[in-house]
């Protein structure tokens, strides 16, 4: 599942530049795994390609589409009109991607009325009513992280079942409630661990390059 909106991006990109049908292989090079592992996450959507054609993009494209609940927009509410808030809210791409922002909440009187990415800002008191009216089952938490559980406690008592938490913390919810965390610093952490692999390697090859150069400026 993590990687077909992968794939549905990789597809998107190649539909927008003219190419109407794509092999396994193709796919598997752009997507950074092989053709075998393509062709199993495929058939689980019953798609299997042509021998010598390969898959129609616009096609898979819309049985991964459908796979994801991705053929109605699903509109989300934020907790937090702070700048993370704020950058969400302004981020055309959710919209462009079937999850236009349908309400934002604070605490802030300072922020609540005003108007980001279009969206006017409601006190937090108001969220059970935005997400009843508006039928939204997707809450994203924005909020610092001291506010985190204290923001996930009214989505859910507000009736969302699933939240993204861009928190820098951990958050407990009520078995049947799906959570997924975005959580930069931890992002970061994992590269500086591949930067760091590659700093290691330099100074091991670095270390061994120089017996060579001595053993090669004894002999001359």
């Not at 190649?14 to 075998?36: K, M, P, R, T, Y």
């Not at 934002?104 to 009216?133: M, N």
């Not at 610092?144 to 989505?155: I, N, T, Y």
């Not at 079942?161 to 992002?187: C, Q, Y």
Request: glycine residues 12%.
């Amino acid at each position: 599942m993590a990687r077909l909106p992968v794939y549905l991006q990789l597809l998107s990109d190649q539909f927008d530049a003219g190419c109407s049908n794509i092999s396994s292989e193709e796919l598997a090079e752009l997507g950074g795994v092989n053709a075998a592992k393509v062709r199993k996450d495929l058939s689980y959507l019953g798609s299997y390609g042509t021998r010598g054609v390969g898959y129609d993009v616009e096609f898979l494209m819309f049985q991964i589409k459908r796979e994801l609940g991705l053929t109605h927009e699903w509109e989300v509410v934020i907790v937090g009109a702070g700048h993370l808030g704020q950058a969400l809210a302004g981020y055309g791409g959710f919209g462009e991607r079937g999850f236009p922002v349908g309400g934002i909440v604070d605490v802030d009187p300072d922020k609540v009325g005003t108007i980001i990415g279009g969206v006017r800002v409601q006190h937090v008191d108001d969220l059970a009513h935005i997400v009843q009216s508006r039928d939204i089952a997707i809450g994203v938490i924005a909020a610092p992280g001291a506010a985190a559980q204290d923001a996930a406690d009214a989505l859910v008592a507000a009736g969302v079942t699933s939240i993204l938490n861009f928190a820098p913390s951990v958050i407990s919810t009520p078995h049947g409630v799906s959570v997924r965390k975005v959580d930069l610093a931890v992002e970061l952490q994992i590269l500086s661990y591949h930067e760091q692999r590659r700093a290691n390697a330099r100074r091991a090859a670095k270390l061994r390059s120089v017996p060579a150069r001595q053993a090669r400026g004894a002999s001359a």
